[in-house]
């Protein structure tokens, strides 16, 4: 007989509590900073953020949220330049001996 086993669906995160994620980095905060969390204000701030950008979603259109967000990140991105020349092993000068 066959036997499968059917793990229990991971529940999809809500924003009416804290996920374990967040719990865990609450902690970790806690511990590496010596800070105290307040949860239920990290909750209300946490609901506040959702109120915000679900009030700007609906102000705003979609090409006009497109150009923004670009705007955003290419500011926060610094493009970098690769020189792959550099990069490439450098060959040697003669060929290598025939095995």
């Not at 007989?1 to 529940?11: C, D, E, L, T, V």
């Not at 307040?38 to 979603?57: G, V, W």
């Amino acid at each position: 007989m066959i036997r499968r086993i059917i793990r229990k669906r991971r529940p999809a995160p809500t924003l009416a509590g804290i996920s374990l994620e967040e719990e865990l980095a609450l902690i970790r905060v806690e511990l590496m900073y010596g800070l105290r969390v307040n949860r239920e204000a990290y909750l209300r701030r946490k609901a506040e953020e959702r109120d915000e950008l679900a009030s700007r979603m609906r102000e705003q259109d979609a090409a006009a949220m497109l150009a923004s967000l670009r705007g955003s990140l290419e500011r926060a991105v610094r493009p970098t330049v690769v020189d792959l020349q550099s990069r490439r092993p450098a060959r040697p000068a003669q060929d290598p001996e025939p095995a």
